[in-house]
């Protein structure tokens, strides 16, 4: 059964709950972690003006507002290929959503994203060593001097690499399927003119 979280209303999509403001240790429920997140502004994202009315028709302005998350479609259309589950895969989303930055891994605690999920941060813990197992990401310690250990940050270059042979076999197939039909067109072109 979900839980909602209850959380003071932000007015724009351009706040974020931080990772690094919940602790992974914390044991306190869901909501009172949410609640106690600090919240940092970040810079609008900078689309064109058309691509946000084409977004905000498709999902409506408040959704809209809320922000979004870039994601490759590649990915959706690999996760059998890439041999995801279900919930690995819920995972792996919840890192990209957190990576915010070319140059800077995401960090997202797991109590963050098992709050998400519904799930316990053990739970999750299990989630991401599968996918670093499978080579899809990297776990990188990480230590706050006076703080000790705080979330891991997570190098996904793993999961471009391997997105990447799939999308140069996606484009050697649709170029084949393109010269194929091609080919066909042609044949009917002559059957039709002869």
Known sequence: MS?????PPIDSSRYCTHPSAMSENNTSSSTEAASDAEVIEFPKAKTSKADQRRFEARWGKIVADRGYTMLPAVLI????????SPEEFNALLHLVYHWWEPAHNP????????????KSPKTVQRYLKALEDAGFIRRIERFEPAKGQTSNEYDLSGLVAKLTVIAIE???????????????????SRRSTS
């Not at 997202?108 to 519904?118: G, L, N, Q, S, Y």
């Not at 996606?170 to 009917?188: D, G, I, L, M, Y």
């Open 170 to 188: 996606e484009v050697k197939v649709a170029k084949e399927n393109a010269a194929r039909a091609s080919n066909v067109e042609r044949r009917n």
């Open 3 to 7: 839980r909602g979280l209850s959380s």
């Open 77 to 84: 259309r690999a996760q059998h290929r890439l041999g995801l």
């Open 107 to 118: 960090y997202p605690a797991k109590a963050t994203i098992a709050a998400r999920m519904d």
